[in-house]
């Protein structure tokens, strides 16, 4: 069973990069047709999906969010990362990340970040 951990900073300045890893267990990331995405819920808010590494690299993004999203990976330590820059406080979120292959979902427990000054 594919099992995913997000970390990074909790509190990010405005302006400012936020970077979270996500690490990935029971699993490989390269593993054929997995999708690897980045989705977050900002407070009182649905879900918003932001981006997607697939197995084989290629990303694609969430157009309201690609100017300022970046998803990368390295395969060495089984690890997927997101980048969002010039943040504010309307990036205040719970961020997750999430495995798809086919029928099958797996998600991280969340981690909150918060922009503020």
């Known amino acids: 069973q594919v099992q995913l951990q997000e970390s990074g900073p909790g509190l990010v300045k405005p302006s400012q990069t936020l970077s979270l890893t996500c690490t990935v267990s029971g699993g490989s990331i390269t593993t054929n047709y997995y999708a690897w995405s980045w989705i977050r819920q900002p407070p009182g808010k649905g879900l918003e999906w932001m981006g997607v590494i697939r197995y084989d690299g290629t990303t694609y993004y969430s157009p309201s969010l690609k100017s300022r999203t970046s998803i990368s990976r390295d395969t060495g330590k089984n690890q997927f990362s997101l980048q969002l820059s010039s943040v504010t406080p309307e990036d205040t979120a719970v961020y997750y990340c999430?495995?798809?292959?086919?029928?099958?979902?797996?998600w991280g427990q969340g981690t909150q970040v918060t922009v503020s000054s």
């Open positions: 999430n495995a798809r292959l086919g029928g099958s979902n797996y």
